[in-house]
C-alpha cells in the first residue's frame, strides 16, 4: 500500500501547548491543510505535516514521521511517530480510513 493524502479540515479547537503542559497559542474553528504519505521506500514507512491555512503555519504547525510496518499478509500498521507529542486524531482516522491499521 502506498498514498498521498492532502486534505483540510476545521478543528473545533487547537493548542500549541509545550512539554511543561503550558499554551503557546489556542484558537477555535482553525482550518488546517494536511499531507500525509505512506510510502514503503520511505525509511520509516510515512510522514504528516499539518499547519494552519490563516498564517501558512506561522500560528500552528506539526509535522514528522510515520512509523509504518507491513504484515506478511499485506496489512499496513502504524505502530509509532515522532515529531509532536500526540499524533492528532483527524491523522488518524484519515489513515484508518485508508485501512491502515492503528497499532500505537
Sequence with gaps: MKFKLDFKTTLPHVA??????IDID???GVEMDTTVEIDP???TGGWYETYDLDTGGDRFYAGGILEVYWDD???VRLTGYDG???LPEFI???LEKKGVIIDL
Design 92 to 94: 488518524t482516522d484519515a
Design 84 to 86: 509532536c507529542f500526540e
Design 73 to 75: 499478509n499485506g496489512d
Design 16 to 21: 500549541m501547548t509545550t512539554a511543561y503542559d
Design 41 to 43: 521506500n520511505h525509511g
Design 26 to 28: 489556542r484558537a477555535t
